[in-house]
């Protein structure tokens, strides 16, 4: 597995002094970065071949949030590939190697000429070397959309959102998702399913709902009604 130790920092805590959702998100994009910048298939790699991976699905279950100025290992570790899809684990663990946050996610790697998802050429296959999945409750990847939500205040795309694809940062999905809910709760588990692709000047309008389990929905669709993202958030009493 591949992985980096970092100390939490104050910039990433919620209100409570424990690290923020979206900065442990944050955490494992840069994870899987930073190995793909090792391996020599970063993002200058991928512009030269006018490819781009682009994240399908997250789901990341919390064990524990840590606390301001705690050092934490991050891992990623790439367990399969079918066809244009990846697949790819992280892992934050504490100092005593005690698990905090394990994730999983599905990529599509995409030609940005065409924009037409493409197979994974050899040489990436062979310098991805592919590990075990890790253990953990799997989700599945769709997420079903309620009916009856309730219209949240529209998001205009500004060039923060962006990150160097041009298109809306996947953790700036998340980050619009909760900050249209009117409440905050104690996140145990994060699931979002990405439908398009958004760019600047674009708006997006959340649609929210909490279900009978307690979880809350947002459904992020542009201004033609298009879904965008769904985003699924389970706090700790949700069943």
Not at 15 to 31: A, I, N, T
Request: glycine share 6%; with cysteine.
């Amino acid at each position: 597995m591949y992985s980096y130790k970092s100390r939490i920092r104050y910039s990433e805590l919620d209100e409570s002094g424990h690290l923020r959702l979206e900065s442990l998100l944050d955490y494992f994009q840069d994870c899987s970065t930073f190995q793909s910048e090792d391996l020599g298939l970063g993002v200058d790699c991928l512009k030269e071949r006018h490819l781009v991976w682009v994240m399908s699905s997250w789901q990341i279950v919390v064990e524990r949030y840590p606390k301001l100025g705690e050092t934490v290992t991050v891992g990623t570790v790439p367990y399969d590939f079918k066809g244009f899809l990846g697949f790819r684990n992280f892992l934050m663990t504490d100092e005593e190697g005690k698990r905090l946050a394990v994730a999983n996610t599905v990529w599509s790697l995409l030609d940005t000429g065409t924009g037409m998802p493409v197979k994974a050429p050899e040489d990436m296959r062979e310098k991805y070397v592919l590990g075990p999945k890790l253990d953990m409750e799997y989700a599945p990847r769709k997420i079903q959309i309620p009916e009856n939500m309730e219209q949240r205040e529209k998001v205009e795309i500004r060039a923060h959102h962006l990150d160097t694809n041009h298109h809306v940062n996947n953790g700036q999905f998340v980050r619009i998702a909760i900050d249209s809910l009117n409440e905050r709760c104690q996140i145990k588990q994060l699931r979002a399913e990405y439908k398009k692709q958004v760019v600047l000047g674009d708006v997006l309008i959340p649609y929210t709902t909490v279900t009978e389990d307690n979880k809350f929905i947002v459904v992020l669709k542009d201004d033609g009604g298009t879904v965008c993202c769904i985003v699924e958030l389970c706090n700790s009493e949700a069943g």
